[in-house]
Every structure is written in structure tokens, then in C-alpha cells.
């Protein structure tokens, strides 16, 4: 059965750096395309970031692009979200998602087919 499990998420003070993990089973993470999404409360779901499959291509949003990283630890078979300079604005429930059925790249939301349950970040002091 597949399964996305995401973990890592709290509350931390503006400029401060957290760590999000996605820890994958019933499947191979290096296989698909993994991304990031966050949703924060009357706003729709963002596409924050994406790692390709093999090669490990990335992709980020305008709004995190510097701040963020995303990287797979395959041994692990778990994908991180590396979050620093956090902001108010990066407030939400981060999602990860995988694009089981084809090989696109990219964070459209449409394209994932498989998503975890969603890890709450607070960023506020």
C-alpha cells in the first residue's frame, strides 16, 4: 500500500529554520517525482517544491527559492524539506505528494497521485 507520512513540523520564530521529512512505503521514492505543497487556512494549495526522479532535478516557487531545499535520502526512502529565514507568510500545513502515474516534473497539484496527511508549520512569535 502506498503510503506518504510527513513529519517535522512545529512552531518556530521568524528567521528560524525547521526541517520536513516524507517518509515513503509500498513504494521507491527515487522512482517518482516528489514534491512539497502547503496550504494555509482560505488560501489555495501551493506548490513549494519539487525533486525529479534519477537525476533529482529541483524545482522551487518564487516565494521560497533561496530559502527552501529540497533533497531525497534514498537508503532512507524519505524526502526533506529544508526550511530557513522562515516567515509569517510560510504559516501552513505542508503537504508531500508523489506523481505515481507519469513522469512529470513540475507543481501542479492535478499531477500527484498519491499525498500524505500534512504536517502544521507555525511560523510567529
Known amino acids: 500500500q502506498v503510503q506518504l507520512v510527513e513529519s517535522g513540523g512545529g512552531l518556530v520564530q521568524p528567521g528560524g529554520s525547521l526541517r520536513l521529512s516524507c517518509a515513503a512505503s509500498?513504494?521507491?521514492?527515487?522512482?517518482?517525482?516528489i514534491a512539497w505543497f502547503r496550504q494555509a487556512p482560505g488560501k489555495e494549495r501551493e506548490g513549494v517544491s519539487c525533486?525529479?526522479?534519477?537525476?533529482?532535478?529541483?524545482l522551487y516557487a518564487n516565494s521560497v527559492k533561496g530559502r527552501f531545499t529540497i533533497s531525497r535520502d534514498n537508503p532512507k526512502n524519505t524526502v526533506y524539506l529544508q526550511m530557513t529565514s522562515l516567515k509569517p507568510d510560510d504559516t501552513a500545513v505542508y503537504y508531500c505528494?508523489?506523481?505515481?502515474?507519469?513522469?512529470?516534473?513540475?507543481?501542479?497539484?492535478?499531477?500527484?497521485?498519491?499525498w500524505g496527511q500534512g504536517t502544521q508549520v507555525t511560523v510567529s512569535s
Open positions: 505528494a508523489a506523481v505515481l502515474s507519469s513522469s512529470y516534473i513540475g507543481l501542479g497539484p492535478e499531477r500527484f497521485d498519491a
Open positions: 509500498g513504494f521507491t521514492l527515487e522512482y517518482y517525482t
Open positions: 525533486i525529479s526522479r534519477r537525476t533529482g532535478q529541483t
